[in-house]
Each structure stands twice: as structure tokens, then as C-alpha cells.
T-cell receptor, first 112, second 113 residues
């Protein structure tokens, strides 16, 4: 079992729809959770981070964390073609010394 | 403010050689992390340094080493290069360690022939 799992996709949604990206993690000791967007040939760009159970909203993006079920999700409202990219989920675990674990990413295609 | 910078942008080496990659963090950030990303995969954590001390290490062989300097810049060294070391090497900086979000540099594309 991978430590951080994401569906590789592609996930195709029409322009203006809500895109829902999911991520599960295996280590209950994971503390911090991040979503990055990566365009082809570019480095990852931080979208959002979440530490506590519940929802966190930032513009068109909402991150949701459920530690009991060990999943974190990212919702993108009013999806735009420019949102087409690979979305990486990352978790941090450890105390004193840390490990940052990334999933393999979900490729999102927003169709105009 | 400048973001994270990395050098060189691209590098071609042959098997058995040594390589040094460099990273300068965002001004005010004290922590630097290194990642390896191969095509189609997420970044794999190699090291984290904070205040010149190693604070985290991923599952990479001893051929990989790093250090952080007093100005918080960092170097990643890879000895005895293998074909499988061909990848995008990413540096990320953060204010400190633990919960802080990380910001990535543009990466160094290493090709080993």
C-alpha cells in the first residue's frame, strides 16, 4: 500500500463544473496536508494546505480533511481550462525529523 | 521578492560521474528540502535541512548527500551517477520545518548518459 494514494486520472470535467480530487494516506500520524498544482514541465505550485479536520476555502478552491477516514480532498469550483494540470497531494509526518510524502498526482482536464 | 532559485537549469552527465546542484531559498526562509521527480511520478523526498542541520531524510542511498550553508542556501551532491538518477531535482524552501508550507524552485533537469 502506498503511503499517499491518488487516482492518476485523467479526470475530465467541463468548463464551469466542480472538479473533485481525492487523496488517501496510510499513516495516522500524518500532520499536515498540502495540495500542489503542477503544469507539464514546471515545478509544483502550492495551492492550499490544511491541518485540521473540516473544510478550508480559498477562492475557487476548497480543501477537505477527514483524519478519521484518512482522506483529504480538493474541490475546484467553476473549473477553467487553465486549471488543467496535475494535482499533487502531499502529507508531512514526523516530529523533530520529518518526511514529506507526495502522491503520484491526478491529471485534471477541463474541457472548454 | 525572488522566489527559490536553482542552478544549473539543465545538466548532462555520464555514469559514474559526480554532480552538485545548488539552491537558494526565499529570503527569510531557513529550511531547504530536496526532492527527486521522475516522469509520471510525484516528487520523492530526499533531504530536509534547517539551520544547517539535517532534519529529515528519505529512502535514498548514501551516494546522495547535502548540506546547508550559513546563508541558508544548499547543495545536493550525488556521487557515482547511475542512469536511474536521471530526473528533475527540486528544491523547496520553507520558513521553518514541521507544518510550514513549502515553495518549490524551478528545478534542475539531470540527464545521466
Amino acid at each position: 500500500q502506498k503511503e499517499v494514494e491518488q487516482n492518476s486520472g485523467p479526470l475530465s470535467v467541463p468548463e464551469g463544473a466542480i472538479a473533485s480530487l481525492n487523496c488517501t494516506y496510510s499513516d495516522r500520524g500524518s500532520q499536515s496536508f498540502f495540495w500542489y498544482r503542477q503544469y507539464s514541465g514546471k515545478s509544483p505550485e502550492l495551492i492550499m494546505f490544511i491541518y485540521s479536520n473540516g473544510d478550508k476555502e480559498d477562492g475557487r478552491f476548497t480543501a477537505q480533511l477527514n483524519k478519521a477516514s484518512q482522506y483529504v480532498s480538493l474541490l475546484i469550483r467553476d473549473s477553467q481550462p487553465s486549471d488543467s494540470a496535475t494535482y499533487l497531494c502531499a502529507v508531512i509526518r514526523g516530529s523533530g525529523t520529518y518526511k514529506y510524502i507526495f502522491g503520484t498526482g491526478t491529471r485534471l482536464k477541463v474541457l472548454a | 521578492d525572488a522566489g527559490v532559485t536553482q542552478s544549473p537549469t539543465h545538466l548532462i552527465k555520464t555514469r559514474g560521474q559526480h554532480v552538485t546542484l545548488r539552491c537558494s531559498p526565499i529570503s527569510g526562509h531557513k529550511s531547504v528540502s530536496w526532492y527527486q521527480q521522475v516522469l509520471g511520478q510525484g516528487p520523492q523526498f530526499i533531504f530536509q535541512y534547517y539551520e544547517k542541520e539535517e532534519r529529515g531524510r528519505g529512502n535514498f542511498p548514501d551516494r546522495f548527500s547535502a548540506r546547508q550553508f550559513p546563508n541558508y542556501s544548499s547543495e545536493l551532491n550525488v556521487n557515482a551517477l547511475l542512469l536511474g538518477d536521471s530526473a528533475l531535482y527540486l528544491c523547496a524552501s520553507s520558513l521553518e520545518t514541521s507544518y510550514n508550507e513549502q515553495f518549490f524552485g524551478p528545478g534542475t533537469r539531470l540527464t545521466v548518459l
